[in-house]
């Protein structure tokens, strides 16, 4: 078994991220041989991508799926929603070995998404896209945070029906944290709604 990198950072803007802070919306891309040459020389059957948004260059992932394919391994990793909207990216992602796609779901409201600018996730597609997903017989893993301004304690139950009614094989639930740097930070600053830096 083995855990690694084909790439690092998200290009996408989303207020409460710190990829957007680290990698300044920048996407680092190793070459794809030197990524399958490390992929092989892993001996177990079971490898972790850790990128943080493996469908970010959708071209980029492509090449890499068709270069890791004869090695005849199981991975998984985590994307953006936009995997599921790819029909050419599931199909060469489940040839070359996927098993499960961590999704940053992050919230059934779709004000929420609104609200961290995160508007590329849109709620209504949601069971759609683990449909198609779960059709090229990947499994679905959901990010989910709590805590956005416009949730109500309603919330929490109509989370958990979503998944439920979708098949989500699992879930992690976070808590809305504005780490420094980020524009969430920046905005519940200005607000005077940061009450400790602990």
Same mark, same amino acid.
């Not at 690092?8 to 040459?37: H, I, W």
């Not at 948004?53 to 890791?68: G, S, V």
């Not at 940053?104 to 759609?128: C, I, T, W």
């Given at each position: 078994?083995?855990?690694?990198?084909?790439?690092?950072g998200?290009?996408?803007?989303c207020?409460?991220?710190?990829?957007?802070?680290?990698?300044?919306?920048r996407?680092?891309?190793?070459p794809?041989?030197?990524?399958?040459?490390?992929?092989?020389?892993f001996q177990?059957?079971?490898?972790?991508f850790?990128?943080?948004?493996?469908?970010?260059?959708?071209?980029?992932?492509?090449a890499?799926?068709? &270069? +890791?394919?004869?090695?005849r391994?199981?991975?998984?990793? *985590?994307a953006? #929603? %936009?995997?599921?909207?790819?029909?050419e990216?599931?199909?060469l992602?489940?040839?070359?070995?996927?098993?499960?796609?961590f999704?940053g779901?992050?919230?059934v409201?779709?004000?929420?998404?609104d609200?961290?600018?995160?508007?590329?996730?849109?709620?209504e597609e949601?069971?759609?896209?683990?449909?198609?997903?779960?059709?090229?017989?990947?499994?679905?893993q959901?990010?989910?945070?709590?805590?956005?301004?416009?949730?109500?304690? &309603? +919330?929490?139950?109509?989370?958990?029906d979503?998944?439920? *009614?979708?098949? #989500? %094989?699992n879930?992690?639930f976070?808590?809305?944290?504005?780490?420094?740097?980020?524009?969430?930070?920046?905005?519940?600053?200005?607000?005077?709604?940061?009450l400790?830096?602990?």
């Amino acid at each position: 078994n083995g855990v690694l990198f084909a790439s690092r950072g998200c290009p996408n803007q989303c207020d409460f991220c710190t990829l957007s802070v680290m990698y300044k919306n920048r996407l680092r891309k190793r070459p794809v041989d030197e990524v399958a040459a490390e992929y092989a020389s892993f001996q177990g059957k079971i490898i972790i991508f850790w990128d943080d948004n493996i469908a970010a260059d959708p071209a980029y992932a492509k090449a890499l799926f068709r &270069a +890791i394919t004869p090695y005849r391994k199981w991975w998984s990793s *985590q994307a953006s #929603v %936009q995997a599921g909207q790819d029909d050419e990216f599931l199909e060469l992602a489940v040839r070359s070995g996927c098993k499960q796609l961590f999704l940053g779901l992050e919230s059934v409201s779709q004000a929420s998404m609104d609200e961290v600018h995160k508007r590329f996730n849109r709620v209504e597609e949601y069971a759609r896209i683990i449909r198609r997903i779960h059709a090229h017989g990947i499994a679905v893993q959901a990010g989910i945070v709590f805590g956005f301004d416009s949730d109500t304690p &309603a +919330i929490f139950r109509q989370t958990i029906d979503f998944l439920e *009614q979708n098949g #989500v %094989q699992n879930a992690t639930f976070n808590i809305l944290t504005p780490f420094p740097g980020t524009r969430l930070f920046q905005r519940l600053e200005a607000e005077g709604r940061i009450l400790t830096t602990d």
